[in-house]
Nanobody, 124 residues
Framework: QVQLVESGGGLVQAGGSLRISCAAS????????MGWFRQAPGKEREFVAA????????YYVDSVKGRFTISRDNAKATVYLQMNSLKPEDTAVYYC?????????????????WGQGTQVTVSS
């Protein structure tokens, strides 16, 4: 089992920045990808970013490229999502997820473990 705990969400004005964190514990050696997803009210959960674990490439949805950065600290078993130039449409609950197998890092169904989510609200 892998446990994921997100932190760092909050309320920010449009154009501002936030960094959210995801601390992993348990059998983290079994993880191959860590991802961030978000879900706005009335919408499906969507892929935001993913990073190969413990090292390698990262990927983003087009709508956040150039504004969001996913990174990791292997020593702390923590993944971060730095969000800059935030827009009201970024408002959502952000979830951290961990994947053991497979290459499809964009599909939420392929992830094995999920955090509880952290709310990010961007005011206009």
């Amino acid at each position: 089992q892998v446990q994921l705990v997100e932190s760092g969400g909050g309320l920010v004005q449009a154009g501002g920045s936030l960094r959210i964190s995801c601390a992993a514990s348990g059998r983290t050696f079994s993880v191959t990808w860590m991802g961030w997803f978000r879900q706005a009210p009335g919408k499906e959960r969507e892929f935001v970013a993913a990073i190969k674990w413990p090292g390698g490439s990262n990927y983003y949805v087009d709508s956040v490229k150039g504004r969001f950065t996913i990174s990791r600290d292997n020593a702390k078993a923590t993944v971060y999502l730095q969000m800059n130039s935030l827009k009201p449409e970024d408002t959502a609950v952000y979830y951290c997820a961990a994947k053991k197998y497979g290459l499809d890092f964009k599909g939420p169904a392929g992830y094995d473990y999920w955090g509880q989510g952290t709310q990010v609200t961007v005011s206009s």
